[in-house]
């Protein structure tokens, strides 16, 4: 069966496990999630979604869906994790960070994250999409996925942006990524700028630098082989690098 909030209880321990173990079994629903007051967190669902609601941060012990369902974990605090999450969209809300550095295995990932600390992620799926990522403490963002990294919604800091896509990276149409005078880095074997009407799918007055994840990897600009950016992806990138920004493509050992 599944957990549902009917009152205003939270659920106080320092270590909780949170497991609906029967067919359509959730945590909480929207808009009313299960409220939590605890050090650490470990929470499985059944085929069904997962929303936690805690005033203050947690580190995650471990997460898992059956099915292909999300989790939505709002904190007051920082969120840590020390074992892995598992199969599943993940949305957060955090104050001081979201720092998830286990092995894990999201399909789709979303960050808000305010004043202060960084929002970082360490991946292996075939394909990780980031929906979105708004870090107004002007932290790190460093997601990196074994596997392609596909942008599908805005990434927007004012401090350092790293996104690794080992197989690939691809940024949707009019998608932009953001990082105010902080420096922008993106690590791929194949990249693919769909297309930008502003001409300016990376936002930086600091340096852009778009390398091949496998160092051996050839680059060019306008050819099919290896690491290539079209002239159409040239333009689509460049308006957004500030005159007192710089652009790097490729690197040394390219």
């Known amino acids: ?102 092995a894990n295995t999201i399909t789709n990932f979303n960050v808000t994250n305010t004043v202060n600390g960084n929002v970082s992620l360490v991946n292996t799926i075939g394909t990780l999409t980031i929906t979105g990522i708004s870090q107004t403490g002007g932290g790190l963002i460093d997601v990196a996925n074994t596997g392609a990294l596909t942008i599908s919604g805005g990434i927007t800091t004012t401090g350092n942006i790293i996104l690794t896509g080992s197989t690939g990276y691809t940024q949707n149409t009019d998608i932009d990524v953001s990082a105010g005078a902080g420096n922008i880095t993106v690590k791929a074997d194949a990249i693919a700028i769909v297309s930008n009407a502003g001409n300016n799918a990376f936002i930086t007055s600091g340096v852009l630098t778009l390398q091949p994840f496998t160092a051996s990897t050839p680059v060019s600009l306008g050819g099919t082989d290896g690491f290539a950016l079209s002239a159409a992806e040239v333009i689509d990138l460049s308006g957004g690098v500030t005159v007192a920004g710089s652009i790097v493509i490729g690197s040394s050992a390219s």
């Open 1 to 102: 069966g599944s957990y549902v909030d009917t009152s205003v209880k939270t659920i106080t321990a320092g270590t909780l496990n949170i497991t609906a173990n029967n067919g359509a079994g959730a945590i909480g629903a929207p808009g009313n999630g299960i409220d939590v007051a605890v050090t650490n967190l470990t929470f499985n669902t059944n085929n069904g979604n997962a929303f936690i609601n805690s005033a203050g941060g947690f580190t995650i012990n471990g997460a898992s869906t059956t099915g292909t369902l999300s989790a939505t974990l709002v904190s007051g605090g920082a969120i840590a994790q020390s074992a892995a999450i598992n199969g599943l969209t993940l949305t957060t809300t955090s104050v001081n960070g979201t720092v998830l550095g286990s």
